[in-house]
């Protein structure tokens, strides 16, 4: 039987150990067999994050033992920067990563600022968005004074760490100390860049803050679209990009920010399932009509609230459809939707279900079934 795809097998293997050894070995830090032949001994059983700090560990004992040194040796065996010229979609080598972890453990204590230098450098071959939250906690006006610096840096991956390194929900991330107060006038700053992979982190950023405070994540958004540094299409898909959790959860502030009435007044609004009773693994077809009484603008979803493994329920959002209707026109729609058995990311349990219809964020009308 053939093996499923391993991530931490294709970022980290013999290949790409070798690459990281060889450009040591070519600047004349150390040699690469006997770092390659250490790190693949260990490798095997680890996971992707303790490849990771596992690889950043056996540099410590090839590295000089003197920080000062050491960074000097990291910087001689970079390769070039990525290409400053493009905007999106450039993420360099994951295994650059150890690099950021043999930094934040060994010169965070006594070398802030040689450190911070050094994952400037760094971030430019591959983001050092998770090394830098080490700093973030241990240091925080420091950092926090060097993001700010990097706000105009020449090359978009350093300004782009900017944002996601001080995200508040940043994935596989550790945990930072830092408020949204303190971040916003960074995103301040960057908000009006001109590369997609910077705006795209800085949306990230704001939904992140949606999470806990959607106030004031509308509220900066107003204030940039007043000030028009940002091409209005770009702030328009940061906008949606930035709102889509609140728009998922249908509240209503986003709503109407995105021009979507709220209340939209509606002559007919229902929703079916068919078949009604399904055991899981089968499909069923959501069927939906809505017709508005005056011409709408429609952010369309139906919600279903899936039974739980201690029998109480929890609702999950589905999209179907944004568009424009004319007032007095049905608009009818219908999609077929997998209970699928055996999902590794969402389990299904037995039991008195409920689809509901979402319109703009409100529930009007629901249909119950039963999986089993």
Not at 126 to 138: D, K, Y
Not at 275 to 303: F, Q
């Amino acid at each position: 039987m053939s093996q499923g795809f391993s991530l931490k097998d294709d970022l980290f293997n013999a290949e790409t150990v070798g690459h990281l050894a060889g450009l040591f070995d070519k600047a004349g830090v150390f040699r690469a067999a006997p770092f390659e032949k250490e790190v693949m001994a260990l490798m095997p059983p680890l996971e992707l994050k303790e490849r990771i700090n596992m690889i950043a560990s056996v540099l410590t004992r090839h590295l000089p033992t003197d920080f000062v040194a050491a960074a000097d040796a990291i910087r001689s065996a970079l390769p070039p920067p990525l290409d400053p010229t493009l905007s999106d979609d450039d993420f360099g080598k994951f295994i650059y990563a150890p690099l950021g972890v043999f930094v934040e453990t060994q010169g965070i204590q006594s070398h802030v600022d040689l450190s911070l230098d050094l994952l400037e450098d760094i971030t430019q071959r591959f983001s050092m968005e998770f090394s830098i939250r080490a700093f973030l906690n241990s240091h925080p006006d420091r950092t926090l004074e060097r993001l700010g610096a990097w706000c105009d840096h020449d090359h978009y991956h350093v300004r782009r760490l900017v944002s996601e390194g001080t995200r508040a929900k940043l994935p596989w991330g550790q945990k930072i100390g830092i408020t949204h107060n303190q971040t916003l006038p960074l995103l301040d700053r960057l908000h009006g860049d001109r590369t997609r992979y910077v705006t795209r982190s800085v949306a990230n950023h704001l939904n992140d803050i949606t999470k806990t405070d959607p106030d004031s994540a509308l509220n900066r958004l107003s204030d940039w679209r007043e000030l028009g540094e940002q091409n209005s299409k770009e702030l328009d898909w940061m906008t949606r990009h930035a709102l889509r959790g609140l728009i998922k959860a249908g509240y209503p502030p986003a709503m109407a920010h995105l021009g979507f009435d709220p209340g939209v007044a509606l002559t007919k609004a229902s929703i079916a399932i068919s078949p009604n009773v399904l055991r899981i693994g089968e499909s069923a077809e959501i069927i939906v009509s809505v017709t508005p009484s005056d011409d709408a603008k429609l952010i369309v979803d139906y919600v279903i609230d899936f039974v739980k493994s201690n029998g109480s329920t929890a609702p999950k959002v589905f999209k179907l459809k944004v568009t424009d209707c004319q007032a007095g026109k049905a608009l009818v729609l219908t999609k077929k939707h997998l209970f699928k058995a055996g999902a590794t990311t969402f389990t299904h349990y037995p039991g008195a279900h409920r689809v509901q219809l979402q319109i703009n964020g409100r529930k009007l009308a629901a249909a119950d079934f039963i999986l089993s």
